[in-house]
């Protein structure tokens, strides 16, 4: 039997708000923000006066399988069906978690039932196989990456009934990063502020949540690309006028990335746009633009320096080998970037 796809967190929640229920889900993998929210959204499902009798959250380390599995035979009070959660699985012995395949194997219709390992792969040798062969959605959490992030941006954007314009979107990616909480919570704070079929650009989010749309690492990463030292020079102004919203760090990261794509870039071989975007997971040709401006204003031994240099800025910043201020740091750094002459000696 072929394996089915696994359904993405957008597509969980809206078939669990729709009210399209599986009958048992396996919720599992690193990053534990989606299987809390999964799992909250399972909750929701039950009206408020029914959470008494049809809603039973269990904590798998101090549970025993029989306990479970004798809640998910009882029948629902006054209702269609009844919410059996079980969380903190991952934290359970996998022998007892698995007692619970002789349940799944054969699942009362009117029982919903979730077992959450939440930060970890699911275990259970013989619950797996069940939930596998029994139609039970497995879904597997995983923590965004920088290869990554922007589908899941997009995906959530998308499933607010909203639109992004690509700046926007890269300008959300570096700011938000890797966060699976605050990608989420952003977003539906944007939802709620522009309402259904908005276009998210760079001037709504400034305006909604305070990166600025001329000022932010975006821009510099972009200016450095171009080798525009006067732009370079006038974001770092700002950025040290306002350090809450532009740590220093942060920024060194970004640019870290950049030069470190931009190498792989300038080693890749075939220099088509569709290669270069294979090579570096990108998947848009405005990704691609700051990488071909990179390339005719640096070449590999320079870009090779300039990573030694932030390697050095980073040890910098953590206070070895110096007492700078941060961003007297960074303008140093930029500084070094623009009188780069490729000596990898240096």
């Not at 969980?12 to 690193?30: A, C, D, N, T």
Request: proline fraction near 4%; glycine fraction near 6%.
């Amino acid at each position: 039997m072929a394996t089915a796809p696994q359904p993405s967190f957008t597509d969980l929640v809206k078939q669990i708000r729709q009210g399209r229920l599986s009958p048992v889900y396996i919720l599992h993998g690193e990053e534990g923000f989606f299987i809390d929210e999964l799992a909250r959204e399972l909750e929701q499902t039950v009206p408020e006066a029914e959470r008494d009798f049809n809603l039973y959250t269990f904590y798998a380390p101090e549970t025993k399988a029989e306990t479970i599995i004798a809640a998910c035979r009882r029948y629902p009070m006054m209702a269609e069906r009844q919410m059996v959660i079980v969380k903190e699985a991952q934290a359970a012995r996998a022998d007892e978690i698995n007692k619970l395949h002789a349940y799944v194997a054969t699942q009362n219709p009117s029982t919903v039932l979730a077992v959450c390992f939440r930060g970890d792969k699911a275990k259970g040798k013989d619950l797996m196989a069940a939930a596998r062969k029994h139609g039970a959605v497995i879904y597997e959490s995983k923590r965004p990456t920088g290869r990554n992030v922007d589908s899941i941006i997009t995906s959530m954007v998308r499933s607010k009934g909203l639109n992004i314009e690509a700046k926007g979107l890269a300008m959300l990616c570096e700011y938000l990063g890797t966060d699976a909480a605050k990608i989420y919570n952003e977003v539906s704070k944007m939802a709620m502020v522009l309402g259904p079929g908005a276009m998210i650009t760079p001037e709504s989010i400034e305006v909604n949540i305070g990166v600025s749309k001329d000022y932010n690492d975006f821009e510099l990463v972009d200016a450095i690309a171009a080798r525009d030292a006067a732009k370079m020079f006038r974001i770092l102004d700002y950025f040290r006028r306002n350090p809450k919203n532009c740590p220093a760090a942060r920024t060194a990261s970004n640019i870290f990335a950049y030069f470190a794509s931009l190498l792989t870039a300038q080693f890749t071989r075939d220099k088509s746009p569709a290669s270069l975007k294979a090579a570096l997971g990108l998947k848009w040709d405005m990704q691609l633009n700051r990488f071909m401006t990179g390339m005719r204003n640096y070449n590999a031994f320079q870009s090779i320096e300039i990573i030694s240099a932030l390697r050095t800025f980073d040890a910098n910043i953590k206070g070895i080998g110096s007492r700078q201020n941060e961003y007297d740091l960074l303008h140093a750094l930029l500084f070094r970037i623009l009188t780069a002459r490729g000596d990898i000696a240096v």
